[in-house]
């Protein structure tokens, strides 16, 4: 009979732990803030200010906890979120390719995008918009600036979900980014808007 006791016991506890489902949420706001942060800094070829620290809060003390409520929070795991979601941008990966873009945004990159020749598309990129905006003798260096701008791009979104420890976040960052640098496009650049189709701002 003890036994069989012991057995249903270790059957619910494992029940118990085994249900519990803690969601990470994309936190799209913090997201959406720390984007249009990133790309005002290249754009507008600011250094962004160093993040203040953070100030852990004291742990409440809880003297009269029942043993109950202790054996529940040993089975499963507490979770404790933030207060506010936060979602963190500044690492030395990020600084440099800030760095490099915004090299790009004041010599030939934001050439190109005054020219209309290339424009910001849908999902976070630049591309090469019209090429004949370009004299032929330099249009393998527009290519190779647009390229070098994509691939420092796609290092960005991968960089920032990888050091929030959610790589499964890349695509949702790339879509906030896209819709920043599409909102944050000076007069006269082109963008695609949802269709694809080209627009001039």
């Not at 250094?47 to 109950?68: F, L």
């Not at 404790?80 to 600084?95: F, V």
């Not at 990129?125 to 260096?141: E, G």
């Amino acid at each position: 009979m003890r036994k069989l006791v012991y057995v249903i016991l270790t059957s619910l506890a494992v029940a118990l732990v085994g249900c519990v489902t803690i969601n990470v949420y994309f936190p799209e706001a913090a997201a959406q803030k720390a984007a249009d942060q990133f790309i005002g800094n290249v754009l507008n070829q600011t250094t962004p200010a160093a993040p203040a620290p953070k100030t852990p809060k004291p742990a409440a003390k809880d003297g009269g906890a029942q043993p109950s409520a202790m054996l529940l929070d040993l089975l499963v795991p507490a979770a404790h979120a933030a207060d506010t979601p936060d979602i963190r941008i500044q690492t030395a990966a990020t600084e440099a390719i800030r760095g490099r873009m915004q090299g790009r945004f004041q010599g030939a990159l934001g050439e190109l995008l005054d020219s209309g020749a290339v424009g910001f598309t849908r999902d976070g990129m630049v591309a090469m918009r019209d090429a004949a905006k370009v004299p032929l003798s330099q249009r393998a260096q527009a290519n190779a600036t647009v390229a070098d701008e994509n691939r420092d791009r796609t290092a960005l979104y991968r960089e920032i979900a990888n050091a929030n420890n959610h790589p499964e976040w890349e695509a949702q960052i790339r879509a906030t980014f896209a819709k920043s640098w599409i909102e944050k496009a000076h007069a006269g650049w082109y963008y695609q808007d949802a269709s694809g189709a080209w627009q001039k701002k």
